[in-house]
């Protein structure tokens, strides 16, 4: 317990410092090394506290576990990417919402009843990676439109000009859009393999919006690689994709879980 309280504590000061950055006229990140320990402390923090996730009959994975995991990864498929591409700026939505997710898990706990076998821990991993990758595109449009609403009314301020550059950024959300949709491909491949009955499982209306989702994503991948689609209409169909496979998720799981349980 005493972990998890740390790493809500360290991934809140981050992000506030990140926002300090970025508001305040600043030139050096004076906090970039602070940050990176706080954010290094919290990720080994909350790996530590997914051991009692495990138990002989399964892994439980209900929707406290599941959402303070893909929290937990999409902070590391962050913490990576900024390594070599200008991405901390991320931070400032993605390190209080992992905080969340961990108060979340603290005040509403998964029972143990929640198990999820063994055998389709592949399936769930492969699903929890390509929603943290899809949800770093979503943070990803979400400051590429805040930029682009900037730069259409000419309001330059200190916070844009510490954003990268326009195209810069719409490399990125593409890059990330195109790796969140091979792992999702390979997610809904793993779940028809190894999940049986769809139906019986309470499974059907999950796998239907995963796959509208998945289909959503896909045309927005080969429509910018064939026609070049960009701009505001492909931000928002990023949005709507990843909030329809939000609801496939971590709705299912609500409701199941915790509404009609």
């Not at 000061?13 to 305040?24: C, D, E, G, W």
């Not at 592949?122 to 990758?133: D, E, K, Q, T």
């Not at 809904?188 to 999940?195: E, N, P, Q, S």
Request: proline fraction near 2%; glycine fraction near 4%; aromatic fraction near 12%.
């Amino acid at each position: 317990m005493i972990l998890s309280y740390l790493s809500i504590i360290a991934f809140l000061v981050s992000a506030f410092l990140l926002a300090r950055y970025f508001i305040k006229d600043e030139i050096q990140h004076q906090y970039q090394q602070t940050i990176t320990l706080m954010i290094s402390f919290a990720i080994i923090s909350q790996a530590l506290t997914f051991t009692d996730f495990w138990t002989q009959q399964g892994i439980i994975f209900g929707l406290a576990n599941s959402a303070s995991f893909a929290a937990w990864l999409i902070v590391i498929l962050l913490f990576i990417a900024s390594i070599s591409k200008p991405v901390h700026s991320l931070g400032i939505i993605v390190y209080p919402m992992a905080a969340l997710t961990i108060m979340f898990g603290i005040l509403f706990p998964d029972s143990g009843e929640k198990l999820v076998p063994l055998s389709i821990a592949s399936h769930v991993f492969l699903s929890i990676s390509a929603y943290a990758l899809l949800a770093l595109s979503v943070c990803q449009s979400v400051l590429l439109k805040i930029l682009d609403s900037h730069l259409h009314k000419k309001q330059i301020d200190g916070f844009m000009n510490k954003l990268p550059a326009l195209q810069t950024m719409e490399d990125l959300l593409f890059q990330s859009l195109l790796m969140g949709c091979i792992l999702l491909t390979l997610s809904l491949a793993t779940g028809f393999i190894f999940v049986d009955d769809f139906f019986a499982q309470h499974l059907s209306h999950k796998t239907i919006l995963s796959v509208i989702a998945w289909v959503v994503f896909v045309v927005i991948v080969i429509g910018h690689r064939i026609f070049g689609w960009r701009g505001k209409s492909t931000i928002l169909a990023t949005q709507i994709g990843f909030f329809v496979l939000v609801l496939a998720y971590f709705g299912t799981k609500l409701v199941l879980e915790r509404l009609i349980a």
